[in-house]
C-alpha cells in the first residue's frame, strides 16, 4: 500500500530556531496535509496543498508540495515553546476514496 | 462551539467486556471517521462512512462495528475487548467528496485490563 515517510522520528531545536522536516513518498500523492498533535489531544490542522509546486503559509509555519507529487516540506520559523508536539505529514492519491494516508510523525522539543 | 467530539475521554475497562464510544460533529461534514493510535503514535484508520454509508473498512476485527444514526453521529461499538485494543481512538470528519481535509475530535483513551 501507500506509504509515506517521515523521518528522523525526534528533533531537538533551541528556541527561535528554524526547523524543516520532510514528507517523502514512492508514489504519486494529489494532496498533502500536515498536521500539529499536542499532548493528550486529537491532531489539527495545520496546511493543505493541493497543487504541485504549491507553496501556502500559515503564521510561522510554511509548507511546499513537490513538484514530482512525491513529497513535500514543513517549515517553522522563530519556534517558540508551544511548537512542541507531533507533526505528521498526511497525503490523499486518486482512487483511495476518502482515505488520507498518514505518516508515522516527527516528535519535535524545543529548548527554552 | 466543539467541532468534534467524543465521550467518553478515558475509559478503563477489564477483558471481555463490550464498550461504546460516541462521536459527533456540528461542521455540517458529509463524511466521518474511526482512527486508532497505538503507543507507537502511529493513526491508522478503521473505518469511514460518507452520509451514513460505510465506504472504507479497513482490516478491523469483527468484534468493532461501527454505527451512524445520521451524518453527524458515528459511534464505534467494542465486543469481547481484548488487552491489545488499549490505544487512543480518534474521531474525524471531512467535507466530503473533493475536500480531503480531515478534522480530528480530542480523542478516547481506552484502557483494557
Known amino acids: 500500500g501507500q506509504q509515506l515517510n517521515q523521518s528522523p522520528q525526534s528533533m531537538f531545536i533551541q528556541e527561535g530556531e528554524d526547523v524543516s522536516m520532510n514528507c517523502t513518498s514512492s508514489?504519486?500523492?494529489?494532496?498533502w496535509l500536515w498536521y500539529k498533535q499536542d499532548p493528550g489531544e486529537g491532531p489539527v490542522l495545520l496546511i493543505a496543498?493541493?497543487?504541485?509546486?504549491e507553496l501556502t503559509s500559515n503564521g510561522r509555519l510554511t509548507a511546499q508540495f513537490g513538484i514530482t507529487r512525491k513529497d513535500s516540506f514543513l517549515n517553522i520559523s522563530a519556534s517558540i515553546p508551544s511548537d512542541v508536539g507531533i507533526y505528521f505529514c498526511?497525503?490523499?492519491?486518486?482512487?483511495?476514496?476518502?482515505?488520507?494516508?498518514f505518516g508515522k510523525g516527527i516528535t519535535l522539543s524545543v529548548r527554552p | 462551539d466543539t467541532a468534534v467530539s467524543q465521550t467518553p475521554k478515558y475509559l478503563v475497562t477489564q477483558m471481555g467486556n463490550d464498550k461504546s464510544i460516541k462521536c459527533e460533529q456540528n461542521l455540517g461534514h458529509d463524511t466521518m471517521y474511526w482512527y486508532k493510535q497505538d503507543s507507537k503514535k502511529f493513526l491508522k484508520i478503521m473505518f469511514s462512512?460518507?452520509?451514513?454509508?460505510?465506504?472504507i473498512n479497513e482490516t478491523v476485527p469483527n468484534r468493532f462495528s461501527p454505527k451512524s444514526p445520521d451524518k453527524a453521529h458515528l459511534n464505534l461499538h467494542i465486543n469481547s475487548l481484548e488487552l491489545g485494543d488499549s490505544a487512543v481512538y480518534f474521531c474525524a470528519s471531512s467535507p466530503g467528496t473533493g475536500s480531503y481535509e480531515q478534522y480530528f475530535g480530542p480523542g478516547t483513551r481506552l484502557t483494557v485490563t
Open positions: 462512512y460518507n452520509n451514513k454509508e460505510l465506504i
Open positions: 508514489s504519486i500523492f494529489n494532496t
Open positions: 496543498l493541493y497543487k504541485a509546486g
Open positions: 498526511a497525503g490523499h492519491y486518486t482512487g483511495a476514496n476518502s482515505k488520507l494516508t
